[in-house]
T-cell receptor, first 114, second 111 residues
Framework: DSGVTQTPKHLITATGQRVTLRCSPR?????VYWYQQSLDQGLQFLIQ???????AKGNILERFSAQQFPDLHSELNLSSLELGDSALYFC?????????????FGPGTRLTVL | QKEVEQDPGPLSVPEGAIVSLNCTYS??????FMWYRQYSRKGPELLMY????GNKEDGRFTAQVDKSSKYISLFIRDSQPSDSATYLC???????????FGTGTQLKVEL
């Protein structure tokens, strides 16, 4: 158990809908990273938050957004869903500073868009 | 060209074999190197972390980095059926930056 939690485990929804994925980092970690894993693209970095502020953006679509709250949990919002958004979404956490570069991953949310 | 290249496999070996998994990367700015293990539909689990050229050993696992050739390897000795999983290499510039992953190598260790 990495100490990172994600909810829900599974999500099935229809095209055009909006969903919210939730992540709680390990105790003491300030940084949260979101990744998308699809069969054809592998694990791709989406976005990073550090202590409530956006720090880095990767290949994140404009239909997707995220935020990190004062209690450090993070939410990834996916809107106007398309079939191609079906994937595993992982969050990872670490201290976010120069002291460490390892990231600890949660169990993921499996999103199916029908 | 992808920043990290990894042979996707699948790789099938008999129990007890030595397994060699490899990745190459293109950007010398990457300074830290990791190997993750991912069981089917589960979150990636950190196996090894190195930040310099050379070898690092942890039990049956050895991570090797050659920065001059931008080549990283993971060796598994005395492989077990429980080692059957997808192995992902990951690289980062450090300082809390994102990880860039290889596509993963699917390994099956057979009895």
């Amino acid at each position: 158990d990495s100490g990172v939690t994600q909810t829900p485990k599974h999500l099935i929804t229809a095209t055009g809908q909006r969903v919210t994925l939730r992540c709680s980092p390990r105790s003491g970690d300030l940084s949260v990273y979101w990744y998308q894993q699809s069969l054809d693209q592998g694990l791709q970095f989406l976005i990073q938050y550090y202590n409530g502020e956006e720090r880095a953006k990767g290949n994140i679509l404009e239909r997707f957004s995220a935020q990190q709250f004062p209690d450090l949990h993070s939410e990834l919002n996916l809107s106007s869903l398309e079939l191609g958004d079906s994937a595993l979404y992982f969050c990872a956490s670490n201290a976010g500073d120069t002291s460490t570069d390892t990231q600890y991953f949660g169990p993921g949310t499996r999103l199916t868009v029908l | 060209q992808k920043e990290v290249e990894q042979d996707p496999g699948p790789l099938s070996v008999p129990e007890g074999a030595i397994v060699s998994l490899n990745c190459t990367y293109s950007n010398s700015a990457f300074q830290y190197f990791m190997w993750y293990r991912q069981y089917s539909r589960k979150g990636p689990e950190l196996l090894m972390y190195t930040y310099s050229s050379g070898n690092k050993e942890d039990g049956r696992f050895t991570a090797q980095v050659d920065k001059s050739s931008k080549y990283i390897s993971l060796f598994i000795r005395d492989s077990q059926p429980s080692d059957s999983a997808t192995y992902l290499c990951a690289v980062t510039r450090g300082g809390g930056n994102k990880l860039t992953f290889g596509t993963g190598t699917q390994l099956k260790v057979e009895l």
